[in-house]
């Protein structure tokens, strides 16, 4: 039986299917819809893409709920939010199984690294001197030896390295002494207390754990004890001023997503090698304790900090930011269209009271459907009776924008803001800053400047092209050129920014002219593009040779324009093969009535149109004269089922081609190819 693989892709599919699934039991049981059409409704809430089969105004206030807070929990701003949640929960887990390996390993690395920087130089120091006596040879091995001592000396005096006890085991009252149990001893519940001298325990575990006294830190006793010394000494606390970054960057090289952290060559002049310091490992809280199988129990969250470095405080600052940006933008978004339609005109209030709609619920409604570009409106003409009106398209078109098409280029620039007014020296300014200069080790949608700057011209060529369009072809249409040129311009941005996602419309795009209806449904096409060729040209884990469809052909990514232009002739190829047999099914269930010349809106380019608005997510549709809602609602059952599977599988094109190291977790990370 054939199991598929348990990833992202495969996890993300589920998900969104499952979401749409919940229309059945919430939307169909009310019996105001037909089964199909539940389903239909809960696939296109759940992928975004708006195309409704029924009238959203003659939905019931449960079922409109419904269609609100899907679109929000499948977005793609909540759903990395998510992966940013996950990455952080398999971080914490990680860190109790793998953080003893990481400070004993470091611990255990000092001292074998002292003897090798001395046997490195010593044999480096024969190869150059090869033909001078043996005399000589040991006199700079052993001048070596004083400086790496002396050296050392100097770092742990001015490190001041100790391990301190509790002074209360110093003040002695008669013949009972303070005992400390080793960690064996404490797993089995023995506390700590006070013991008489001389009393002789037989538990063998305790002299295990017993720290032995060193002599000498450069003698060879010191070197073997030390690698004797276990780390389960629970009563102790080890104190270091040095900076924790070397630990850190250790547990980083382990633990964290995507690392690229390779070993740098040490070098071998003798001025500049100092013998690594013993104990070099950053100070924990009192309560950390170590339980069976080397885990850490009770790590606080400044443990983990340490532990994890740079990058998990990065990622608990970036799951703010994200979380911030997302709601907020809602809530923003909200917040000024709920003020505008409470003192606009009456003119359209009056479209609300006609719907039978709440200003306030409109309000936010719309802001959330802006925002998670789904479509879905409360008014039956969309947004036609607003149009008009400049506050409002614009502010719509600003959310469209930045909660789709160029949310990783707000996100962005909101860290970029943040890291201009953060101090300087304030630790949130260095997590900003990697942020910034690694976004792909974070998160999936933040770019680095580049990619994000070309994102942005590109997203602007396009819409501009697409305003002039509109704008030029349509002179004489009074379908646009009945608005004033004030309002036409604010109209024409807000239907070009719909038709890269949202799916709401400004103009009865039945009724523009058949240029511009082919530029949308071209515009519909691409609209992934720019996103989907950023994500995957700068995925780190994308195989060299893109061979998904020829494993002969390699690929040169020095050639930056080779390497975009395969990237979207494979997408190209690949997409239009679904939207061909998608519109070919519909082509042949819908038969007879394309073939009818009585029915003008049903034909080949309306039902491709249908299709690709599908399989794009967009929403956008010539619509059926006598109705309010998109032409496949006058599809049939196994019409509405083949727009389903377009939206579902259209979801999807956006991934990366591999595992993506922004959204693997720790458990599953994969090498980096050699040769």
Request: hydrophobic residues 40%; neutral net charge; aromatic residues 10%.
């Amino acid at each position: 039986m054939y199991r598929p693989p348990i990833n992202f892709l495969t996890l993300h599919y589920a998900y969104i299917i499952l979401m749409g699934l919940f229309a059945l039991p919430i939307l169909y049981p009310y019996g105001n819809m037909a089964a199909i059409d539940a389903w239909f409704f809960g696939a296109s809430a759940s992928t975004e893409s708006g195309l409704n089969t029924i009238d959203v105004k003659l939905l019931k206030t449960y079922q409109q709920l419904y269609i609100y807070f899907i679109p929000i929990l499948t977005n793609l701003g909540f759903i990395n939010i998510i992966v940013v949640i996950v990455r952080l929960y398999w971080f914490k887990r990680h860190l109790k199984r793998l953080a003893p390996q990481i400070l004993s390993g470091e611990q255990n690395k000092d001292v074998e690294d002292a003897r090798n920087h001395s046997n490195l130089i010593t044999d480096t120091t024969k190869m150059s001197t090869a033909d001078t006596s043996s005399v000589d040879a040991i006199t700079r091995d052993e001048t070596a030896d004083r400086h790496i001592v002396e050296s050392n000396r100097e770092r742990l005096g001015a490190r001041t390295t100790t391990i301190s006890f509790d002074p209360q085991t110093e003040a002695r009252t008669g013949n009972t002494s303070l005992y400390i149990p080793g960690p064996r001893a404490r797993e089995r519940g023995q506390p700590i207390g006070t013991r008489v001298d001389g009393d002789e325990r037989d538990d063998e575990s305790d002299d295990e754990d017993r720290i032995k006294p060193v002599t000498s830190v450069a003698s060879k006793n010191a070197s073997s004890s030390m690698r004797r010394r276990r780390l389960s000494n629970e009563g102790l606390q080890m104190t270091a001023s040095k900076s924790m970054d070397r630990v850190a960057n250790v547990a980083a090289s382990l633990l964290l997503l995507g690392s690229e952290t390779t070993p740098r060559p040490r070098s071998v002049n003798s001025t500049s090698i100092q013998q690594p310091a013993l104990n070099d490992i950053p100070q924990l809280s009192r309560q950390v304790t170590i339980g069976r199988n080397s885990h850490f129990k009770n790590l606080t969250e400044h443990d983990r900090e340490v532990l994890g470095g740079i990058e998990y405080r990065t990622l608990k600052l970036l799951l703010k930011i994200v979380t911030c940006y997302f709601f907020g933008l809602h809530l923003f978004g909200a917040i000024c269209l709920v003020g505008w339609i409470h003192t606009a005109d009456a003119k359209y209030t009056d479209v609300l009271a006609a719907a039978g709609q709440d200003k306030t619920w409109w309000g936010f409604y719309s802001a959330q459907t802006m925002t998670d570009n789904l479509g879905f409106t409360l008014t039956p003409d969309s947004m036609i009776s607003f149009r008009d009106a400049k506050w409002p398209m614009i502010l719509m078109s600003f959310l469209a924008f930045a909660g789709n098409t160029l949310y990783p280029v707000f996100l962005r620039l909101t860290i970029w803001t943040m890291s201009k007014v953060t101090p300087k020296n304030s630790p949130t300014q260095e997590s900003l800053t990697f942020l910034l200069k690694h976004p792909r080790r974070c998160y999936t949608l933040l770019f680095p400047s580049g990619p994000t700057w070309i994102l942005f011209g590109i997203i602007f060529a396009l819409n501009f092209v697409d305003v002039l369009l509109i704008i030029l072809l349509d002179l004489d249409n009074s379908e646009v050129s009945s608005l004033p040129v004030s309002a036409r311009i604010p109209a024409a941005i807000f239907q070009a920014a719909s038709a890269r996602h949202t799916g709401t419309s400004s103009f009865n795009l039945a009724n523009v002219s058949p240029a511009v209806q082919l530029s949308l449904l071209v515009m519909m096409y691409i609209a992934i593009f720019p996103i989907a060729i950023s994500i995957r040209a700068s995925n780190a884990y994308e195989e060299k040779s893109l061979g998904l469809w020829d494993k002969e052909e390699s690929l040169n990514e020095q050639n930056g324009k080779s390497y975009l232009l395969t990237h979207m002739k494979n997408q190209l190829g690949f997409d239009l093969w679904y939207i061909f047999l998608g519109t070919f099914c519909i082509c042949i269930s819908e038969a007879s009535r394309i073939a009818d010349v009585n029915e003008p809106a049903f034909s080949v380019f309306s039902v491709l149109f249908e299709v690709t608005s599908a399989y794009g997510n967009v929403g956008l549709s010539l619509g059926y004269p006598t109705v309010s809602f998109s032409l496949c609602g006058m599809f049939g059952v196994f019409g509405k089922v083949v727009i389903c599977f377009m939206m579902i599988r259209g979801r999807h094109r956006g991934l990366p081609y591999a595992l993506d190291r922004a959204i693997m977790l720790p458990s599953a990370q994969v090498p980096e190819k050699s040769g």
